[in-house]
Each structure stands twice: as C-alpha cells, then as structure tokens.
Nanobody, 122 residues
Framework: QLVESGGGLVQSGGSLRLSCATSGRTFSFSAMGWFRQAPGKEREFVAGISRSGGSTYYADSVKGRFTISRDNAKNTGYLQMDSLKPEDTALYYC?????????????????WGQGTQVTVSS
C-alpha cells in the first residue's frame, strides 16, 4: 500500500514536499516513481528513483525545480517541489516498481497510491 501526502494550494513560485509512505513489501526492493495527471490529460512521468536512491530521473518540465529522494529506513519516498508553476497543478501519484527500474512508463509500475492534489495559483 502506498499513501501520498503533502499536497495543497500554493502560490506560483512556492514550494511543497510530497511524501509517499509504504507498507507491506519492503520498500527498498522497489524502484519508485512520481507521476501526475491534470484534468483532461494523460498521466505523465514526473520523476523516478532507483532502489538504492543512487540514480534519479526527471521529466524535462520539472528538471532543476523538483527533487526526488527516498529514505529506505523509513519506507518513505519524497518529492520536493520548488519554483512551482500553475502548469504543475495536477493530482500527483507515487508508484512502486518491483520488477525493474524507475521507468517513465506507468504500465511498468506494480502499485499506486491514491494521489494527492497539488494546486498552484498564479
């Protein structure tokens, strides 16, 4: 089970930190990804991190503004979002991939959280 938290309403240029808490299977065995979906749009990859945390990947649209990290001892992943823009408004999901790496393809992920809403006002 994955549970996201930390979403909310923030002004343009502000920051939020999303968390993804896990239970059940050992968190450190899975790669993790963050995705987002805005109304009327497809779910898109935001960032991914390897099992150890040693490798990270970002969508071009968030590179330099967002930082993905994980604490395997706490079974928790994070997405630090800085310099937020109105176009970052979406429902944000974390996902776990036990079969492979932190790919940008949603179908590669085995488990998903229910999402946390991020709204950025202009």
């Amino acid at each position: 089970q994955l549970v996201e938290s930390g979403g909310g309403l923030v002004q343009s240029g502000g920051s939020l930190r999303l968390s993804c808490a896990t239970s059940g299977r050992t968190f450190s065995f899975s790669a993790m990804g963050w995705f987002r979906q805005a109304p009327g749009k497809e779910r898109e990859f935001v960032a991914g991190i390897s099992r150890s945390g040693g490798s990270t990947y970002y969508a071009d649209s968030v590179k330099g503004r967002f930082t993905i990290s994980r604490d395997n001892a706490k079974n928790t992943g994070y997405l630090q979002m800085d310099s937020l823009k109105p176009e970052d408004t979406a429902l944000y999901y974390c996902a776990a991939n036990w079969r492979g790496g932190p790919t940008p393809r949603p179908d590669d992920y085995d488990y998903w959280g229910q999402g946390t809403q991020v709204t950025v006002s202009s």
